[in-house]
């Protein structure tokens, strides 16, 4: 599915197709030991990491390690099998030496969960563990570490009260927090056997292992195959009587896809909006689609409108992708909050019954509306945070029967492929360094515009932009309101207008000086406009 013969081209990590030294298991590690005994290495069994597997399964299947022990000595006659009991012996007395303490029991516990030199972490006041057999960090309850202290130290010194449970468990939580710990993950995403990552503006495969930091992986593969159903959805709902529109747009959501299954939506601080006036154009469609390019663990869905709240703003962190379904059209976004999230800021925020705590954004966040969105900041800082695709194929305007079921069958079957598609949209943005331009967006964002800011909609339709144009300061104004009069809108005040009008980079204009009154450069009202013809206003003349 390459656009324009683009060929997606995927670095092999060196270590592809073999487990990292990290992500071994059990069974790996004692292949490892018969292979190096039968070999005549009689101190295989002896190094740490085996003794350590060969305790784990004498604690936990007797039979299977009485078979082990047999199979060792016939791997290897010289292993000294008494030896070996009084080593595995010593390892667990060593294991068990613990200060009795609230911290010993705390260090105690988290080493237990540990994998290698990879130890638990604590982030937003949940505990993650590494698992040597998924190569993925899970969640751990909180009563789950209770319970492992409980386990091995019940009835020790300060540890025999409920009291002292909830202490450790916390003790736990607190050292082994580190906020920063997945933001620090590499970019990409958790496959079935695979990792797919950023590197240098690249993308690279690599097996899967603890060292990407990640917590859940998606079920498939990408894969160049074909995907029909797909295909025709993107026709059906891209296509357009305006030449490039279609393609365009195709273009700008396959960057989208790719930025969002690589974890590259926060590097280019935009929020996508899909736009339809009518509905039923296909936005619910393909925002189903776009989560499953993600593990779900990584999609969140809070609305900006709520990002001021520090109960919300902790559901982002994290996360990959946060999707609203629809945005209301009576509530205005918080400006400040929306740019600080988006622009990367510190973003405070605290779980219920939790400690306040301090993120960056992580995520792409798609939204949906049938509206224009209400916005009290008329900004270019607020503008340029959007990125607005239209859906203009509404299948309630055209009397078209919508497929319940579209979303679901394509995503049972077209996954592999999507995902494909979806990373050549990386592989292009990379390159770009920027989503791609489209009409529809410079369109709806001229819409957008006029319909929040009085003055955007009072230049459309009363000013004329030019070099060599110019009209005094005051009639300008004056002009504005006495158009928001006739037209039921609210303005701004003089200075606002100014300052707004000055930072519009729709427009070349700027304030200037000329026979000692002020004036604006590079705009005038239109030739069918009152001021425009002379009423109240004086003929500028330029020497």
């Not at 859940?216 to 195959?225: G, K, N, R, W």
């Not at 270019?380 to 029967?401: C, H, M, Q, V």
């Not at 002009?479 to 003089?494: D, I, M, V």
Request: charged content about 25%.
């Amino acid at each position: 599915m390459s656009v324009e013969g683009e060929e997606l081209q995927i670095c092999e990590g060196a270590d592809a197709g073999c487990a990292n030294d990290d992500s071994l298991d059990c069974k790996t590690v004692l292949a490892q030991v018969f292979e190096r005994a039968a070999g005549g290495d009689c101190g295989a069994p002896f190094s740490p990491e085996a003794l350590t597997v060969l305790l784990h399964l004498r604690d936990t299947d007797a039979a299977e390690f009485v078979r082990v022990r047999t199979q060792l000595k016939e791997a290897n006659k010289k292993i000294p099998l008494a030896h070996l009991d009084r080593e595995l012996r010593q390892h667990a007395k060593a294991a068990k030496e613990v200060y009795p303490s609230h911290h010993g029991y705390a260090k105690d516990a988290l080493t237990r969960l540990a994998v290698h030199e990879h130890m638990p972490v604590s982030v937003g006041g949940c505990l993650f563990v590494p698992s040597p057999y998924s190569a993925l960090w899970s969640d751990c309850p909180m009563g789950t570490l209770a319970r492992l202290t409980a386990e091995r130290h019940d009835g020790g010194e300060n540890c025999f009260r409920h009291e002292d449970y909830s202490s450790i468990v916390l003790h736990a939580v607190s050292i082994a927090s580190d906020e920063a710990f997945f933001q620090k993950a590499p970019l990409g995403v958790a496959c079935k056997d695979s990792f797919f990552s950023v590197q240098d503006n690249r993308i690279h495969k690599d097996t899967l292992s603890l060292s990407h930091r990640q917590c859940e992986a998606l079920e498939y593969e990408p894969a160049d195959v074909p995907t029909p159903l797909f295909n025709a959805l993107l026709h059906d709902t891209f296509k357009s009587s305006v030449a490039g529109e279609e393609e365009e747009q195709t273009r700008v959501l396959q960057e989208v896809a790719g930025a969002i299954i690589l974890g590259l939506g926060a590097r280019y601080q935009k929020a996508v909006c899909f736009f339809d006036r009518y509905g039923r154009a296909g936005k619910g469609t393909m925002q189903s689609i776009f989560q499953k390019l993600l593990p779900q663990n990584l999609v969140s869905a809070v609305p900006p409108t709520h990002w001021s709240r520090e109960y919300y703003a902790a559901k982002l962190c994290g996360k990959r992708l946060n999707v609203v379904g629809e945005m209301p059209d009576d509530i205005t976004i918080p400006a400040a909050e929306f740019k600080s999230v988006l622009g990367g800021d510190q973003v405070i925020a605290r779980n219920p019954a939790g400690q306040p705590f301090t993120f960056q954004n992580s995520a792409m966040h798609l939204f949906s509306t049938n509206h224009h969105i209400p916005t009290r900041d008329h900004t270019e800082a607020f503008y340029a945070r959007w990125l607005l695709i239209d859906f203009p194929n509404s299948l309630l305007k055209s009397g078209r029967t919508p497929d319940p079921q579209l979303a679901q069958r394509i995503i049972s079957q077209e996954m592999s492929g999507i995902a494909y598609w979806a990373l050549e949209g990386a592989k292009r943005l990379l390159e770009q360094g920027r989503f791609s331009s489209s009409k529809a967006h410079d369109r709806l964002m001229a819409e957008w515009r006029r319909s929040a800011s009085s003055i955007d909609e009072f230049l459309h339709e009363c000013c004329a932009t030019g070099s060599t144009l110019k009209v005094r300061r005051a009639a300008l104004y004056v002009s504005y309101k006495e158009w928001c009069l006739e037209n039921g809108r609210k303005p701004f005040a003089k200075s606002k207008f100014a300052d707004l009008l000055s930072h519009n980079l729709a427009v070349d204009v700027h304030l200037s000086v000329l026979d000692g009154n002020e004036i604006w450069r590079g705009i005038d009202m239109k030739s069918a406009t009152p001021a425009a013809a002379g009423i109240g206003l004086d003929p500028l003349i330029d020497f």
